[in-house]
């Protein structure tokens, strides 16, 4: 039998689709590439935009046609799945799932009888690369963002034990992992109360814990809230070492009213003094955010701070998003008064500002030798990676670079990348 899994979203939905093929591998299915010779396909989907959704019912067609051939194919759909909303998938599934229930798909396929009880992130994964591995920290969020459905669907945030996440990464730098992601709806607010000393460990602690793992490997962390970025996780960040200086802090919009509606419990100045400490303590730090245009209510003027935000802070990277809304959040209850045109204005004003501070960025770069891990192949001789400031990288070789370390010297530089020589 052969299956297949389609993944839409973040770094958690790629992980949680390693753990569906690490079930699915357990009952000696065998992985195809190829979505028509499938006798299973499970579709792993994000609902935080509209366009995501979008593109999972876009696939029902194909499923239709696909039956045609093949009668007995079955359909799963898991992931972030939004109550609201399930009707249209509901029809156009076999079985739609809880993330959480993935423990329990042989049951539900009509392979195995049995429940299987615990965390399903207890599953050991079937890692889809063979150098950098995502690593989940913890589950759900308690933040309740007015636009983000996170907490609807994967509940409140629950935390895996250090232990558990110590001995899944000493495994994988066994087999020679050279980046290591620890993952999380809010990253750091971790906290692993059952050590039984009475002391919770929290985010920084756990950093640590990582860092002294013997091996030569990169550790990278997505995604933190500004709110829990402490002046103790600077300080483990600034000892280097195999904490790599690159961080993705959302900011999501760079007005204090927008930022209050949105439920973000800081400030822009908050926001502004945390960027300014982490460069002081790390100034070779490169910093990305998420940021997004026309949430219900947001004015020109507000989004005016928004673009002084980008121009203050010179980031190196940003995703930005049009406000989309999300049935059942609170801001689906707001008026989403700000015209598709004009959030597409903004967004290519946002992009425009960004294009030049990362270019300014990026230009400093050249002449210096870089560490990166090399992490695909555009053709025979050309190489892509990331730097270990997570900037993107292009190398042409003839040597196979994939997947390993390598230094080089940066001779040229665009706004989305850099470009370097072997050294």
């Given at each position: 039998m052969k299956y297949h899994v389609i993944v839409y979203g973040c770094q958690m939905n790629i992980s949680d689709a390693e753990r569906v093929s690490a079930v699915l591998e357990g009952l000696n299915y065998k992985r195809t590439p190829e979505m028509n010779e499938a006798d299973l396909i499970v579709v792993v989907m994000c609902s935080v935009r509209q366009s995501a959704v979008d593109r999972v019912?876009?696939?029902?067609?194909?499923?239709?046609?696909?039956?045609?051939?093949?009668?007995?194919?079955?359909?799963?759909?898991?992931?972030?799945?939004l109550k609201k909303g399930r009707k249209i998938l509901i029809e156009g599934f076999d079985h739609v799932i809880d993330i959480k229930d993935i423990k329990n798909l042989p049951k539900i396929i009509g392979e195995d009888h049995e429940k299987n009880s615990g965390d399903y992130l207890d599953i050991t994964p079937k890692y889809s690369s063979k150098f950098s591995a995502n690593v989940p920290i913890m589950t759900g969020c308690n933040n309740f963002c007015a636009y983000c459905v996170v907490p609807y669907i994967r509940g409140r945030e629950i935390s895996r034990p250090a232990k558990e996440i110590i001995s899944e990464i000493k495994n994988l730098v066994k087999k020679n992992y050279k980046e290591i992601w620890l993952l999380g709806q809010n990253v750091n607010s971790y906290k692993d109360p059952s050590t039984g000393s009475g002391q919770a460990i929290k985010f920084p602690e756990l950093l640590k814990m990582v860092s002294k793992i013997p091996g030569n490997f990169w550790i990278r962390f997505t995604s933190p809230h500004p709110k829990d970025f402490t002046e103790e996780l600077i300080e483990v960040m600034g000892m280097g070492g195999k904490i790599t200086p690159y961080l993705n802090l959302p900011v999501q919009a760079g007005d204090d009213e927008v930022l209050r509606r949105m439920n973000r419990p800081y400030t822009v100045a908050q926001y502004k003094s945390s960027i300014k400490k982490i460069k002081r303590e790390i100034p070779d730090m490169c910093?990305?955010?998420?940021?997004?245009?026309?949430?219900?209510?947001?004015?020109?003027?507000?989004?005016?701070?928004?673009?002084?935000?980008?121009e203050d802070t010179k980031f190196d990277m940003a995703y930005i998003s049009e406000y989309s809304p999300r049935p059942g959040t609170a801001s689906s209850k707001m008026e989403d008064n700000v015209p598709h045109q004009e959030k597409t204005k903004r967004k290519y004003e946002l992009n425009e500002i960004l294009k030049k501070t990362a270019l300014e960025n990026n230009k400093k770069y050249i002449g210096k030798t870089v560490e990166a891990l090399i992490t695909g192949q555009k053709n025979k001789t050309a190489w892509v990676g990331k730097t270990k400031e997570y900037k993107t990288i292009y190398i042409e070789s003839p040597k196979n670079l994939m997947g390993k370390f390598i230094k080089a010297e940066v001779i040229g530089a665009t706004p989305w990348g850099l470009k370097a020589a072997l050294k």
């Amino acid at each position: 039998m052969k299956y297949h899994v389609i993944v839409y979203g973040c770094q958690m939905n790629i992980s949680d689709a390693e753990r569906v093929s690490a079930v699915l591998e357990g009952l000696n299915y065998k992985r195809t590439p190829e979505m028509n010779e499938a006798d299973l396909i499970v579709v792993v989907m994000c609902s935080v935009r509209q366009s995501a959704v979008d593109r999972v019912v876009g696939l029902i067609e194909k499923f239709k046609k696909i039956r045609k051939l093949n009668p007995g194919l079955k359909t799963v759909l898991t992931g972030c799945v939004l109550k609201k909303g399930r009707k249209i998938l509901i029809e156009g599934f076999d079985h739609v799932i809880d993330i959480k229930d993935i423990k329990n798909l042989p049951k539900i396929i009509g392979e195995d009888h049995e429940k299987n009880s615990g965390d399903y992130l207890d599953i050991t994964p079937k890692y889809s690369s063979k150098f950098s591995a995502n690593v989940p920290i913890m589950t759900g969020c308690n933040n309740f963002c007015a636009y983000c459905v996170v907490p609807y669907i994967r509940g409140r945030e629950i935390s895996r034990p250090a232990k558990e996440i110590i001995s899944e990464i000493k495994n994988l730098v066994k087999k020679n992992y050279k980046e290591i992601w620890l993952l999380g709806q809010n990253v750091n607010s971790y906290k692993d109360p059952s050590t039984g000393s009475g002391q919770a460990i929290k985010f920084p602690e756990l950093l640590k814990m990582v860092s002294k793992i013997p091996g030569n490997f990169w550790i990278r962390f997505t995604s933190p809230h500004p709110k829990d970025f402490t002046e103790e996780l600077i300080e483990v960040m600034g000892m280097g070492g195999k904490i790599t200086p690159y961080l993705n802090l959302p900011v999501q919009a760079g007005d204090d009213e927008v930022l209050r509606r949105m439920n973000r419990p800081y400030t822009v100045a908050q926001y502004k003094s945390s960027i300014k400490k982490i460069k002081r303590e790390i100034p070779d730090m490169c910093i990305s955010t998420d940021i997004i245009v026309g949430f219900p209510g947001e004015t020109k003027k507000q989004f005016e701070n928004s673009k002084k935000l980008f121009e203050d802070t010179k980031f190196d990277m940003a995703y930005i998003s049009e406000y989309s809304p999300r049935p059942g959040t609170a801001s689906s209850k707001m008026e989403d008064n700000v015209p598709h045109q004009e959030k597409t204005k903004r967004k290519y004003e946002l992009n425009e500002i960004l294009k030049k501070t990362a270019l300014e960025n990026n230009k400093k770069y050249i002449g210096k030798t870089v560490e990166a891990l090399i992490t695909g192949q555009k053709n025979k001789t050309a190489w892509v990676g990331k730097t270990k400031e997570y900037k993107t990288i292009y190398i042409e070789s003839p040597k196979n670079l994939m997947g390993k370390f390598i230094k080089a010297e940066v001779i040229g530089a665009t706004p989305w990348g850099l470009k370097a020589a072997l050294k």
